[in-house]
């Protein structure tokens, strides 16, 4: 059984900063991505940046050069640095886990992020 839980929403102001956390728990290979997708109230849940165990990222358009995924592979951790964070940027933020070898994924509860104008 898989778990997945994010931490470390909030709200602040546009201009500034949060970070992210999430961690995967339970029987996981190594071989998988870990990511973080939004949904906006009306919206449809969209990419906002992935990375891959071995190392590759992938960004939105609209958060390249703002956002940054990293992670803790020994952990199973990933990480989204959001900087210069805009009120379009308010969403729930919740974090995804792929494991390719067992074309699986779990999702994360969510996190609310909200950037007052």
């Known amino acids: 059984q898989v778990q997945v839980v994010e931490s470390g929403g909030g709200l602040v102001q546009a201009g500034g900063s949060l970070r992210l956390s999430c961690a995967a728990s339970?029987?996981?290979?190594?071989?998988?991505?870990m990511g973080w997708y939004r949904q906006a109230p009306g919206k449809q849940r969209e990419l906002v940046a992935t990375?891959?165990?071995?190392?590759?990222?992938n960004y939105a358009d609209s958060v390249k050069g703002r956002f940054t995924i990293s992670r803790d592979n020994a952990e199973n951790t990933v990480y989204l640095q959001m900087n210069s964070l805009k009120p379009e940027d308010t969403a729930v933020y919740y974090c995804?886990?792929?494991?390719?070898?067992?074309?699986?994924?779990?999702w994360g509860q969510g996190t609310q992020v909200t950037v007052s104008s």
């Open positions: 995804n886990l792929y494991q390719f070898l067992r074309n699986s994924e779990n």
């Open positions: 339970g029987s996981i290979f190594r071989l998988n991505r």
């Open positions: 990375i891959t165990s071995g190392g590759s990222t």
